[in-house]
């Protein structure tokens, strides 16, 4: 059974950079188009970024366009986000999971398997 595990988040500065990483235990990633996710405190899900099960295709919400990149390494079994010139209004609990389809897009109803999360928080 797929099992997702986030790491890298922490306290950073505004400005400062983050690089997140999504684990995959059970089953190989490589089948899978990938999303990272994240949700602040009273506030929905929303999508931040997501590749294609090659690695070929990414999209990105329009808020962090330019700052964050996902990437992946599937012989690791592990997908990024690195996310730089962080802002206070990145602070959220970011999650992975895996997408329910062939195709990759940002809408959380669209993807399963997800891990416990990492939370980030950017203050100065």
């Known amino acids: 059974q797929l099992q997702l595990v986030e790491s890298g988040g922490g306290l950073v500065q505004p400005g400062g950079s983050l690089r997140l990483s999504c684990a995959a235990s059970?089953?190989?990633?490589?089948?899978?188009?990938i999303g990272w996710f994240r949700q602040a405190p009273g506030k929905e899900r929303e999508g931040v970024a997501c590749?294609?099960?090659?690695?070929?295709?990414?999209d990105y919400a329009d808020s962090v366009k330019g700052r964050f990149t996902i990437s992946r390494d599937n012989a690791r079994n592990t997908v990024y986000l690195q996310m730089n010139s962080l802002k206070p209004e990145d602070t959220a609990v970011y999650y992975c999971?895996?997408?329910?389809?062939?195709?990759?897009?940002?809408?959380?109803?669209?993807?399963?398997?997800w891990g416990q999360g990492t939370q980030v928080t950017v203050s100065s």
């Open positions: 999971a895996v997408s329910k389809y062939t195709i990759e897009n940002l809408y959380p109803d669209d993807y399963r398997s």
């Open positions: 059970g089953s190989t990633l490589e089948n899978y188009a």
């Open positions: 590749i294609s099960r090659s690695g070929g295709t990414t």
